[in-house]
């Protein structure tokens, strides 16, 4: 196996491990958080201040949010960890509602997150990017409704996690496959009193839900999930596993099926540097140096 090819199974690990709370735990294998300084933190809330103040300015009571992580572009993706942003959350305003791996308990949980602890889960203290998706009333209110019903949200909470859960199998679930089958039980009006979780999946492939399709060729995965209990592959069919082929819920799956079935579904993105905060409405992806277009909203944070 490369070495290139077990980086990248490592950084798929570490990037869909989420950790217990932030300030206790790393995505790096539970590892104690690096230390941001003041001006890190300052830029963190200087970007949750200007993502709150968009989320209020566009009336919205829900919104699909997702962030950055480590580095997953080596397999094709920007995000890697999605939650649902509620303006109604008890804990706070706007405070994201997510899956995460509690380490010390060592078994997944539900956690409410305030915006600016969730941007601290990026690796990169130099550069982070968020996107949020925010959807018409119709599919917007059932999904609040369903995310805010704690009971339901604990419901659909599988017993083991795996990073890299496949999305159509109920042997583990990653932090994304929640999301996934909160938002099948809010779209599909499922009936609470069956097996949610399997109701849930076979509304998403009934509804041509698609999952992201990640590609290590043969071995790296393996050799990973020697090294961390948070990779498994006993769930996905022999022939992906054969090839190296593993069909999971990330954040652009969630996002795709959203706007697949919400097409005027609003886009936003939003990228921090040492320099400024940057965000784009609808539009090509923010490129990864977080350089501005015409039309894009720029904070500068030299100040």
């Not at 491990?17 to 735990?25: D, N, R």
């Not at 799956?253 to 540097?273: D, G, I, K, N, V």
Request: aromatic share 8%; proline share 7%; net charge neutral.
């Amino acid at each position: 196996m490369s070495r290139a090819g077990l980086a990248a199974a490592l950084a798929l690990a570490s990037a869909l491990a989420m950790p217990a709370a932030f300030g206790a735990t790393s995505s790096r294998y539970c590892l104690p958080e690096p230390q941001l300084d003041a001006e890190q933190q300052d830029r963190l809330l200087r970007m949750a201040a200007v993502i709150k103040s968009e989320l209020e300015r566009s009336g919205a009571r829900v919104a699909l949010i997702a962030r950055s992580g480590l580095n997953l572009q080596r397999v094709g993706q920007r995000y890697s960890h999605a939650g649902l942003s509620l303006r109604a959350s008890p804990e706070t305003r706007w405070a994201v509602r997510q899956l995460y791996y509690a380490c010390d308990e060592q078994r997944p949980m539900i956690f409410d997150q305030g915006l600016t602890a969730f941007l601290m889960g990026n690796d990169d203290p130099r550069r982070g990017f968020v996107t949020l998706l925010l959807l018409p009333d119709a599919a917007a209110a059932p999904l609040e409704r369903s995310a805010l019903d704690k009971p339901l949200a604990l419901a659909l909470l599988g017993g083991q996690y795996s990073a890299n859960a496949h999305a159509f199998s109920l042997q583990y679930q990653n932090c994304n496959q929640w999301v996934a089958e909160l938002m099948a039980v809010a779209w599909g009006g499922l009936d609470a009193s069956r097996p949610l979780r399997a109701a849930a999946q076979q509304w998403l492939r009934e509804q041509a839900y698609a999952p992201t399709v990640i590609e290590l060729g043969h071995g790296p995965l393996r050799w990973a999930a020697a090294l961390t209990p948070w990779l498994n592959e006993d769930d996905h069919p022999p022939e992906d596993r054969a090839a190296g082929r593993y069909r999971l819920s990330m954040p652009a799956s969630l996002e795709a099926f959203a706007r697949q079935r919400e097409p005027r579904a609003e886009r936003l993105e939003f990228c921090h540097t040492p320099q400024q905060v940057v965000w784009r409405r609808n539009g090509a992806p923010l490129p990864e140096d977080c350089t501005p277009a015409e039309g894009d909203g720029v904070v500068s944070l030299a100040d």
